[in-house]
């Protein structure tokens, strides 16, 4: 069922104390679990400690083995426990959390962060305020507080994602909301009738790009990508997968690939893309990453014409309901 947030009063519930619960959207904050004993008792305190009226939380297990969930049980009736029994992978395991939610805004939060004060009211006021922002997400940084992880970021031409700030120290050179490629999918929130118009996450994407396939596919439907420099968490980053390692690499660049075969048609492939690709080879990065970067090659190549056929036809149906749309105005 799809949700109008439009008739919600846009009036500021942090500027006027005096609104009503009632006249704001309820959010769901999904936490996904996975091995987390480590962060899951700072990352729901962190977040039960919003002050925002209307809010659900709910931690979806993907089959750990550690005592994380009995750590989250002992919230009680302040939070939801799903458990899923196996690892399911980022994008499935974030849509059971969602099909289960009530809120007509979902956030999806990281295990492995910790949310500073009005990490949450940031996120949702850009809703409040305009229609046709479909995507919200957060300021991070690393765990000391002052080097910045991600400030919104950067799509390249052959599908590499640059964090804007990454290691930079934060000195609100980055506090300027914008429009921006993608959103981290550590920290972010959908306007619910989005969701149930392109469809939950892709769960082709077991690790790595379900975020920015699915802030590709909000502008393609023509809503707003906002990056939100007032909502500030810290971030662990690459928690549950050994960095550079060769799952690490393997699971990016699959991503990588699907995300470009699914967005982009032969013809960009084999120029724009190819020539960025190259060109990075070039760098020596891509020999550095060889081994897993070819085993992608290898898994995904096989998979690009059902790809590249369904987002043909995707996007010759969008490109006529935009058509339709200029012609009813």
Not at 299 to 314: C, D, E, I
Request: hydrophobic letters at 35%; one cysteine or more; aromatic letters at 12%.
């Amino acid at each position: 069922m799809s949700i109008e947030l439009s008739g919600i009063s846009t009036e500021s519930y942090s500027e006027s104390p005096s609104v009503s619960p009632d006249t704001v959207p309820l959010v769901s904050v999904i936490i996904l679990n996975y091995q987390g004993r480590l962060f899951i008792e700072r990352c729901l305190k962190s977040v039960l400690a919003s002050e925002y009226p209307r809010i659900e939380v709910i931690v979806v297990d993907n089959g750990s083995t550690d005592d994380s969930m009995d750590i989250a049980r002992n919230f009680g009736s302040r939070i939801t426990c799903i458990e899923n029994g196996k690892n399911l992978g980022f994008s499935a395991g974030c849509n059971v959390g969602i099909r289960k939610c009530h809120g007509e805004i979902v956030v999806l939060l990281n295990v492995d962060t910790c949310v500073r004060k009005r990490w949450l009211e940031a996120l949702v006021q850009p809703f409040l305020e305009d229609p046709r922002v479909g995507l919200t997400g957060s300021k991070m940084l690393f765990l000391d507080g002052k080097t910045i992880q991600h400030a919104g970021g950067e799509v390249l031409p052959n599908g590499l994602c640059q964090h804007t700030g990454y290691g930079k120290k934060d000195e609100r050179q980055h506090d300027e909301p914008r429009e921006v490629d993608y959103l981290s999918g550590a920290s972010l929130a959908i306007r619910r009738d989005v969701l149930d118009e392109i469809g939950l996450l892709d769960e082709g994407y077991f690790f790595y790009y379900d975020d920015v396939d699915l802030a590709s596919s909000m502008k393609q439907r023509g809503f707003k990508v906002l990056y939100r420099p007032d909502s500030v968490l810290l971030h662990y980053e690459t928690f549950g997968l050994k960095k550079k390692s060769f799952d690490y690499y393997f699971r990016f660049h699959r991503g990588r690939l699907r995300y470009i075969f699914k967005h982009f048609g032969i013809r960009y492939y084999f120029s724009a893309f190819m020539r960025a690709e190259i060109d990075w080879w070039r760098t020596g990065a891509g020999f550095q990453q060889g081994r897993p970067l070819l085993c992608s090659y290898a898994v995904m190549l096989p998979k690009a014409p059902w790809l590249w056929l369904r987002g043909f036809f995707l996007r010759r149906k969008l490109r006529r309901l935009r058509r339709k749309m200029e012609e009813a105005d």
